[in-house]
Nanobody, 123 residues
Framework: EVQLVESGGGLVQAGGSLRLSCAAS????????IGWFRQAPGKEREGVSL????????KYVDSVKGRFTISADNAKNTVYLQMNSLKPEDTAVYYC????????????????WGQGTQVTVSS
């Protein structure tokens, strides 16, 4: 059974940091790219960052460049999203997802999804 389990969300003040984790199981981790998405109330789910597990290449949406860092621990089948200098506009439910095809931040390309973790940034 494929599982993606997010953790690490919470409430933080603006300027603070959080590290999200995405633990994957039930598929060949190295064959996939893992993406982080977020969805704020009343807004569409948007791609934030991704990492290709096979070669470690990464991609970020412009709004988080320089503040967020994605990484992977292949031994633990886990992907992390380090979020620094958080802003109130980063408030959303954050999801991780896995895609077998070419890495993309388009949500309709992804095969598997986690249940999400809430991140709330207070001003």
């Amino acid at each position: 059974e494929v599982q993606l389990v997010e953790s690490g969300g919470g409430l933080v003040q603006a300027g603070g940091s959080l590290r999200l984790s995405c633990a994957a199981s039930g598929f060949t981790f190295d064959d996939y790219a893992i993406g982080w998405f977020r969805q704020a109330p009343g807004k569409e789910r948007e791609g934030v960052s991704l990492i290709s597990i096979s070669d470690g290449s990464t991609k970020y949406v412009d709004s988080v460049k320089g503040r967020f860092t994605i990484s992977a621990d292949n031994a633990k089948n886990t992907v992390y999203l380090q979020m620094n200098s958080l802003k109130p506009e980063d408030t959303a439910v954050y999801y991780c997802a896995a895609v077998l095809g070419p890495p993309s931040l388009l949500r309709n390309k992804y095969d598997y999804w986690g249940q999400g973790t809430q991140v709330t940034v207070s001003s």
